[in-house]
């Protein structure tokens, strides 16, 4: 018996924490098996929770969070670890970046009216953590290519710039979370002033996330 555990960030804003949701229940359908959304913090139920809940089978988690962090190399791990379900419990790498979430931005970016090739500032979270910022690179490239124009990098906390800084009058803003919320509406208000004249949504349950989710499944031994 395997079950798919998701693991989000966390946010206070009730429909934010929802994508999650239903990610997990669309990609739990498709891989047929018992799915659970859950959060690093924020929001019930919590990933420390849902790994110590004595399930009896395998559980494969599968994080949604877009880039290495802290969460990822050390709450995750940990919690796995304090739930003393380390046998039982394939925690599966970092979300991003990852051609399917490329799609994504790019089609969030086309919805939003951005002009093919027009200058992008990618817009992410951000980490205090060097690795995160190796990720986030590479998500740019990633986007850039498929986008056809020119695409930079900006983050709202940790390393990096902000978009004050970075994005300038005329660019389209592509929105590197997953989900609205506390980062989604700074994103909006900061871009605004700094003259962006296209936001796209945030990726959301986007059916190329799901095929991510069923993919990262399937490399931890699902299906």
């Known amino acids: 018996m395997t079950r798919l555990v998701t693991v989000a960030h966390g946010t206070r804003t009730a429909t934010g924490n929802q994508v999650a949701v239903q990610i997990t229940a669309a990609a739990g359908r498709r891989l047929g098996i018992e799915a659970t959304a859950s959060y690093v913090e924020l929001c019930e139920p919590l990933f420390a929770d849902v790994v110590a809940d004595g399930f009896p089978g395998r559980t494969v988690a599968v994080p949604l ?19 003393g379900a380390a046998d039982r419990v394939a925690l599966g790498r970092p979300f991003g970046p990852d051609p399917l979430l490329t799609a994504a931005l790019a089609e969030r970016l086309r919805e939003s009216g951005a002009d093919a090739g027009q200058p992008v500032v990618m817009v992410a979270a951000g980490s205090t953590d060097p690795a995160a910022m190796t990720d986030l690179e590479g998500a740019v490239a990633m986007l850039a290519q498929a986008w056809g124009g020119p695409v930079r990098l900006a983050t709202l906390a940790g390393l990096g710039s902000r978009p004050v800084d970075v994005v300038e009058p005329g660019d389209a803003v592509s929105p590197y979370l997953l989900a609205t919320g506390h980062f989604d509406r700074r994103l909006r208000e900061e871009s605004r002033a700094a003259g962006a ?15 991510l989710v069923v993919e990262r499944a399937g490399a931890l031994g699902v299906g």
């Open 197 to 211: 004249t296209v936001i796209a949504d945030v990726i959301g349950p986007h059916p190329s996330v799901v095929d």
């Open 65 to 83: 969070l877009l880039s290495t962090g802290v969460h990822v190399r050390r709450d995750l791990p940990a919690a796995v670890a304090a739930g």
